[in-house]
T-cell receptor
Framework: AQSVTQLGSHVSVSEGALVLLRCNYS??????LFWYVQYPNQGLQLLLK??????LVKGINDFEAEFKKSETSFHLTKPSAHMSDAAEYFC?????????????FGTGTRLTVIP | DTEVTQTPKHLVMGMTNKKSLKCEQH?????MYWYKQKAKKPPELMFV???????INESVPSRFSPECPNSSLLNLHLHALQPEDSALYLC?????????????FGSGTRLTVV
């Protein structure tokens, strides 16, 4: 079964600094990969997704992620953090080979932005 | 309309009550999902409806009963819940039953069982 591991349950960055949130997947076959953001008391919003097209994926709010098969990683980055980026971020995976139409989420990373 | 709307936003119910959660989308999506999210945890899949038919039930207790009356509406009927069922219940939809397009999530219903 597919799974994702998010390293670091909490990440703090200064406003204007680089944001790097880590996600590794466990599969010999490239899965579909997603990053979602969740603000307090809200649902999840899709930031970006990888579905076997370009390995560098650009999303909303200047976030991007790079799919690296050799490292089984899909880390999320943003060049310059804003206060409004403070939220919980979830990496999610699905397995296209099985045709499974459900997402499995990582345990999440809480991003704090320090003024 | 690019939203998934969930009602109510908050619900407090006793263990003997019967209540329902409602989810609606008008994007023409043909797959809809219920997720449960406990505090500081990731969402966990409960049910998947594909073309209005239940396709996945992740071994959810029978006190949770899903219903998909039409392609735009998804309900979750609740009966005889336990305090440990208190959580944020999220509804999501996708264009079709594959995940390639990603899911659109609602804002959730925060359920408290007393």
């Amino acid at each position: 079964a597919q799974s994702v591991t998010q390293l670091g349950s909490h990440v703090s960055v200064s406003e204007g600094a680089l944001v790097l949130l880590r996600c590794n997947y466990s599969s010999s076959v490239p899965p579909y990969l997603f990053w979602y953001v969740q603000y307090p008391n809200q649902g999840l919003q899709l930031l970006l997704k990888y579905t076997s097209a370009a390995t560098l994926v650009k999303g909303i709010n200047d976030f991007e992620a790079e799919f690296k098969k050799s490292e089984t990683s899909f880390h999320l980055t943003k060049p310059s953090a804003h206060m409004s980026d403070a939220a919980e971020y979830f990496c999610a995976v699905s397995d296209p080979q099985t045709g499974a139409n459900n997402l499995f989420f990582g345990t999440g990373t809480r991003l704090t932005v320090i003024p | 309309d690019t939203e998934v709307t969930q009602t109510p936003k908050h619900l407090v119910m006793g263990m003997t009550n019967k209540k329902s959660l409602k989810c609606e989308q008008h994007m023409g999506h043909r797959a809809m999902y219920w997720y449960k999210q406990k505090a500081k945890k990731p969402p966990e899949l409960m049910f998947v409806y594909s073309y209005e038919k239940l396709s996945i039930n992740e071994s959810v207790p029978s006190r949770f009963s899903p219903e998909c009356p039409n392609s735009s509406l998804l309900n979750l009927h609740l009966h005889a819940l336990q305090p440990e069922d208190s959580a944020l219940y999220l509804c999501a939809s996708s264009q079709d039953p594959t995940v390639v397009y990603g899911y659109t999530f609602g804002s959730g219903t925060r359920l408290t069982v007393v």
